[in-house]
């Protein structure tokens, strides 16, 4: 890096001037970091514009674990507002899972990026508003569906974060790769309701906190390079409980369609889009949870169901198609819920 | 040949969560030219101490690992192909790790 780079590659196709640095994946175009950057920003501003992401004057909260993208997309987003005058108050939203060696020192990282980007930070914790930790949580349950709870409790910690912030918005940094995963995943399990709405750029719109995805036509790998050679400042330890398995074959297999045809991504994410649910197909009603008030299509909403497990010793409720010993315990709180069949998700760090 | 190797994204988890490392390799018997493809030989055996899949697949990396030859994406020095030279810098990223 103190070397000055060789004059070997070609030149930039945009600019025509400088050695292009990279190959973009969306376009196979060879560019030079500072066409890059502005490529790379005003897709971004166009996708925020084109489907009107934002009022002004609108409260948005940025949903920020310390990670690549919600790293750029906090510093993305705040450079747009600022360049088009977008007229956003912008603020940094964490949640913290009390994972210890891992979520403690990703939120280093994000009260770094609180003074880098001077955005305001709010932490929720686990344990402020479920009374547990996720370490206490695999303390108790092991490694098998921890994640179901994490994802569960981090959807929810989000929707609450943001209600205290009084936001209008959530924005989260999920990216072209990783809409492509979930729209793969939910044809796999057959999740149709999930199927429907995970390639929406906005989804709960009904609901008390609209979520939105700027970087839904993003590539990763632009998002990485973009952190590389704007040198910013993020954190990349992969969660110490998550096995992730499920999740990691639908990554592979994107991440090798890519290397093939890089257009993939954007043709799979195209399908979820097109995808029409016939109408005879029966949905969830949505509901409020009983006891805590949160939407739910169920009389509880299933982090109630699941803490109501850790707290009476048997966290197995509301987990999976279980057919052991369980059944039963599950066969009478469904009884008591009306509920169907809780499906288990593999590793919720990436809800829709 | 001296190089500078520098591991980002996760990825030096798997040598000794160390991130720069200066190292002097030289192309094998009979082969004039260092390549990435050599280089990548000789990281997997001199640099990664563990999990090597998460850093190769086959004879390249493992798709969703950046790799920069003095700060050039390797899409456009030919990846596997690129000849390296004194004193050059080579980058490898996860993209896999966290989000």
Partial sequence: ??????????????????????????????ICRECFYAVFEDEIHRVIVDNQLFKPGER????????????????????????????????????????????????????????????????????????????????????????????VFRRQALDRGSALLKVDKLVTGHNADDIAETVLLNILRGDIARLSRCASIITGEDGPI??????????????????????????????????????????????????????AILDII???????ISTSTKMPEQGNCERCGYISSQKWCKACVLLEGLNRGLP????????????????????????????????????? | MQLTLEFGGGLELLCDSVKIHNINVDPQ????????????????????????????????????????VNDTDWELSGQLETVLEEKDNVVFISTLHGG
């Fill in chain 1, 1 to 30: 890096m103190e070397k000055a780079a060789k004059p070997r590659g070609r030149l930039c196709t945009l600019c025509n001037e400088k050695r292009a640095a990279l190959k973009r994946p969306k376009t196979l175009e060879q």
């Fill in chain 1, 60 to 151: 948005i909260a940025i949903g920020a674990s310390g990670g690549k993208d919600s790293t750029v997309l906090a510093y993305v987003m705040s450079e747009l507002n600022r360049r088009h005058n977008y007229g956003l108050d912008l603020f940094l939203l964490s949640v913290d899972e009390g994972i210890t060696g891992y979520r403690d020192d990703s939120l280093e990282t994000v009260k770094r990026n609180e003074l880098q980007y001077g955005l305001p930070l709010k932490v929720v914790s686990y344990s402020e508003l479920y009374g547990w930790t996720m370490d206490e949580i695999v303390k108790l349950i092991g490694l098998k569906n921890n994640c179901t709870f994490c994802g």
């Fill in chain 1, 210 to 263: 609209p979520r939105c995805k700027p970087f839904k036509y993003t590539y990763e790998k632009e998002i990485v390079m973009y952190a590389y050679f704007k040198k910013l400042d993020y954190f990349s330890t992969e969660c110490i409980y998550s096995p992730n398995a499920y999740r990691g074959f639908a990554r592979e297999f994107i991440k090798d369609l890519e290397r093939i045809r890089p257009r």
């Fill in chain 1, 270 to 276: 195209r399908s979820g889009e097109d995808f029409r």
């Fill in chain 1, 316 to 352: 197995k409720l509301g987990i999976g198609r279980s057919r052991d010993l369980d059944n039963k315990r599950n066969t009478n709180m469904r009884q008591a819920n009306g509920t169907q069949n809780l499906q288990s998700k593999q590793c919720g760090s990436l809800d829709f």
């Fill in chain 2, 29 to 68: 018997d009979g082969e004039k030219q260092m390549t990435m493809k050599n280089l990548l030989t000789w990281v997997r055996t001199n640099l990664i101490k563990e999990r090597p899949e998460m850093f190769m697949k086959g004879d390249s990396v493992r798709p969703g690992v950046l790799v920069l």
